[in-house]
């Protein structure tokens, strides 16, 4: 029961986890449990803030070069990525994250329209980013961008398509690194959906459509021959 919980249960348990991102994870879900738990007025108090909160280090992954890049494209055109073919498009033509690609996911109007699930506190907001010249032709603007398969399966499948020691998550730093080299620092901020709150521009300014897609012409996406 949830009113027997206390700081050395759960100090025992996370004590006992095999990796710095699992300890993470863990309290920040302990913590949500515990707050919903006092908001019900189930437990008078939260046992998780006695836990110290220790932010795993990320590893920062290069962008993918050309070569790599054209290596990944040329195997996606293989049959065993038929299900999961736009899925992995969508994370190199417009840097999303994979809980991004989901079922309101659409393309409108030349844009490619999707939730930003970055955003806290339960906002909605949604991140519109141009369809790139170079995607034409090889996304199929027919069938969902989603995945018929688990996330998981999903990027368990791109990792065959991907050179050797690389993982999906770089086709975003991919995207980013490509469009930094070209378009404007805040349109591209717009696009990876990173830091809404802090920009100027989410607020005062607001970029027309044909502004968008003259910036994301800019950009030289590697495409295989």
Same mark, same amino acid.
């Given at each position: ?14 004590? &006992? ?15 949500? /449990? ?7 007025? /189930? ?5 998780? *803030? ?11 992954? *290069? ?18 990525? *038929? ?111 990173? &830091? ?12 027309? *459509? ?9 950009? &030289? ?5």
């Amino acid at each position: 029961p949830i009113r027997d919980i206390r700081t050395s249960d759960i100090d025992e348990l996370m004590n &006992s986890l095999d990796s710095p991102r699992k300890y993470e994870d863990m309290r920040t879900i302990f913590n949500s /449990i515990f707050k919903y738990a006092m908001a019900s007025g /189930i437990v008078t108090y939260n046992p998780v *803030d006695m836990i110290p909160f220790r932010r795993a280090e990320r590893e920062n992954r *290069d962008r993918l070069t050309d070569a790599q890049i054209a290596t990944f494209l040329r195997n996606l055109r293989k049959p065993e990525f *038929d299900r999961t073919r736009n899925f992995a498009y969508a994370m190199y033509f417009f840097g999303l994250r994979p809980c991004e690609i989901d079922d309101e996911a659409r393309f409108e109007d030349g844009f490619l329209i999707c939730r930003n699930r970055k955003r806290k506190n339960g906002k909605k907001a949604y991140k519109k980013i141009p369809v790139p010249r170079q995607a034409v032709g090889l996304i199929d603007f027919d069938s969902p961008l989603k995945s018929p398969l688990s996330y998981d399966r999903t990027l368990d499948i791109m990792k065959k398509a991907l050179p050797e020691g690389t993982i999906p998550y770089q086709l975003r730093h991919t995207f980013a690194s490509l469009c930094d080299e070209k378009v404007k620092r805040e349109v591209v901020e717009l696009w990876m959906g990173d &830091s809404p709150e802090r920009l100027v521009g989410k607020t005062y300014i607001h970029y027309s *459509d044909e502004f968008m897609r003259g910036e994301m012409d800019k950009v &030289s996406f590697v495409t295989a021959e």
